[in-house]
């Protein structure tokens, strides 16, 4: 470092030193550039109804990027031939993936199933499993 820096740029030095120690797990904000899935999957836990689940994501590689769903890392229509559970068609808008996973209807038993989605592609594979929303039963968010 040299020590002849201009005064702005040791105070906006200071600054990110300030924040990072705050925020220490802060990273990089504006990852623009990562293939990621951007949607929570946190759906509630509705028993007996429809219930639909979006996963949200973009690729960086458009072209050749792909979403799917895995059951217990499954393929879904293998793991549930009748179709109770089942994966949409992918929607691509430009690098935007999202693909529907929809339980007609949610059983008790799918909440003790893992299910992930995921997007791969040539930068890599990437993960997100349900976690069901147990916290507030009552509450109408999606
Ligand atoms: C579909 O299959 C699952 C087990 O794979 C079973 O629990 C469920 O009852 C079946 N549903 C229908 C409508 O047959
Ligand atoms: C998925 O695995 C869990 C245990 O790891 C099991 O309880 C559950 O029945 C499995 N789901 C299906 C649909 O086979």
């Given at each position: 470092m040299p020590p002849s820096a201009p005064?702005?740029?040791t105070l906006?030095?200071?600054l990110l030193l300030v924040l990072l120690s705050v925020s220490p797990s802060i990273q990089a904000p504006a990852a623009k550039e990562e293939s990621q899935i951007t949607s929570l999957l946190q759906p509630q836990p509705s028993i007996g109804?429809?219930?639909q689940v979006s996963c949200v994501g973009r690729t960086v590689h458009p072209e050749s990027g792909i979403m799917?769903?895995?059951a217990n890392g499954t393929f879904v229509d293998q793991l549930?031939?009748?179709g109770t559970v089942k994966e949409e068609a992918t929607e691509e808008k430009?690098?935007?993936l999202t693909r529907k996973l929809i339980f007609s209807p949610l059983m008790a038993q799918h909440l003790r199933t893992r299910f992930d989605c995921f997007i791969t592609?040539?930068?890599g594979v990437f993960q997100?499993?349900?976690q069901w929303d147990r916290s507030n039963p009552k509450s109408c968010k999606s």
């Open positions: 005064d702005a740029r906006t030095g200071c109804q429809k219930v799917y769903w895995l549930y031939p009748n430009g690098s935007k592609d040539p930068s997100k499993t349900i």
